[in-house]
Structures are given as C-alpha cells and as structure tokens.
C-alpha cells in the first residue's frame, strides 16, 4: 500500500481515520504538530565491519511518534537488530551516531565461538555448517519461531532454535545462569564487558547518591565551579534509579524520585541551572505513575 500523502513510498505508519503513511511522510506531520524538526539527511544504508572482518550491511529507518524518536538498525540479509530511543525534541543526529556506536559493539562482541570442523561437538550449535560453543557471558535477542509455536534466538545475529540452545547448555550443566530481559532500546553487550548483579535497593540507591554529593558540596553549598561534574556523576545514581524502576517495584522507584528531587532542591549553590537538568532526568527516568502509595 502506497503512502496517502506523497503517494510514492510504501506506507509503514497506519494512523487510524487518517491514512497510512510512509515514515517520512509521518515524521514531517508528527514533527509539524510537536514544533520539532525530522532529520532528513542521514545515511538510510551503512555497512560496518566486525571483529572477524566479516562486513555487516544495515537498513537505518526513524518513528517520530508523540514524545518518542525511534531509531532501528536492521541488518540486511541478516538477523541483527539494533534500536535507539530518544526524546523527539532532542538532537536527532546525536541520535543516529548513538545507533552507529551501538551497532559497532553490538557486532564486535560475539556470544557464540566457532570451533574447529576438525571434529564433530555433540552439543555444539551448528549454522551454515559451522559449529560453534556458548561463551560464559552473552546476549541475545528474542525472535518468531517461523512456523513452529514458539520462539527462536537471535545470537551473534544468527537464528538459533530453542532445541539446539538447550543442547548448547549442556555444556554447563550444574552451573547457574543469571538473566534480564531488557528492551531492544537499552545498551548491548560489546567487547571487554561483563556482567554482575546490581543492588536497586531504595536506601542502597539513596545511600549512594548523598555520597556522590558529598563528594561536591561545601557543607552543604554546590559551588558553579563544581557543578557540572556533580551532574556527570550523579548520572550513574539516575541510572540505579531507572533500573530500580523497570526491574523493581515501581512505587519505590516513584518514592524514591521524589525524595532525590527534594534533597536537589533543598542545596544552596550559585549556578543558573541547577538540579533543573537533573530533575529532567529524573523525570525521565521514572515517569509519574498514578499510585506511589
């Protein structure tokens, strides 16, 4: 189906009573309506190596919708998948420099390990007759099973069954596995990262974000000297408190917002700006939820 506004591009926005639209078509109009501005110009095909040298060709398409810029990256011919989500008021090719980063970790850290054809592995994962291990630490993507009834995994952007995962597994029998399910919008694994739990306990939150204060405060004085590296390191406490809010309870994490904002306000300093920026962020992070009880 066509486009109902330009009528030369295949619609992929349907907006009901409206008309479908091609995406730039939707994000002139939804643009026009939130008194921002698209992005245009940007490369829409890149191709980027990866560590086995191997190139990786990649579609670039926007969703601007109400409050939301979504940028995807969808291999060509392969399986990989990456997305980057913003605000639609904000730098659009700051953006799409963030997918291109994200792309190139992405690509660069490999889940699976090719293994000799030499010999035959019983519980190695074989893929375009290739045999590969599991590595101790991965990441995957949740993918349609096809004609089958349940899902498929997207690893190193390859499609793995489900059975030859399980098989793959053995290998660690007796062993523990961890596991988060994250939005596809959220940083990927890349090279030289490793995983470990992380505390999202409220007071542990709280406990390190007035100890990342005091690192700054004079008593209890934020000098302008001072402030913009105090907001750079409270980014990482924003963060817990994002992470206690998706993987939490969600009227702790909303508790816990109000009182980070109170302790902001309640600083004396001589800047124009701050906590405004920070409390945006916090905003962002942990949106207003309609029971904090």
Known sequence: MKCTRCGLKEARVHV???GPFCLDCNNSLVSELLGTQALENYDRNISL???????HRFEISNVISPGFSEWKAEEIGGKYMFEVLVRSEENQAEAVEQLHRKIISGIGYKTLERIPNDYHIENAINVDKEQYNLKSIGTLRIGDGGESDTVSLIIDGKRIGLNDFGLALTAFEGFNMDFMIKDPSEEVLGKNTALKPISVDPQVIMDSFERTLSWFLDGDFLSYKCASAC???????????EMLYRYGDRNEAAKLAERIKNR??????DTDYFPEYIIELIDQAVPEIEDKD
């Open 264 to 269: 902001l306000l309640s600083i004396d300093h």
């Open 49 to 55: 190596e990866d560590g086995d040298g191997i190139i």
């Open 231 to 241: 907001e750079d390191a409270l980014m990482e406490r924003i963060e817990l408190l």
């Open 16 to 18: 009901t009573g409206v």
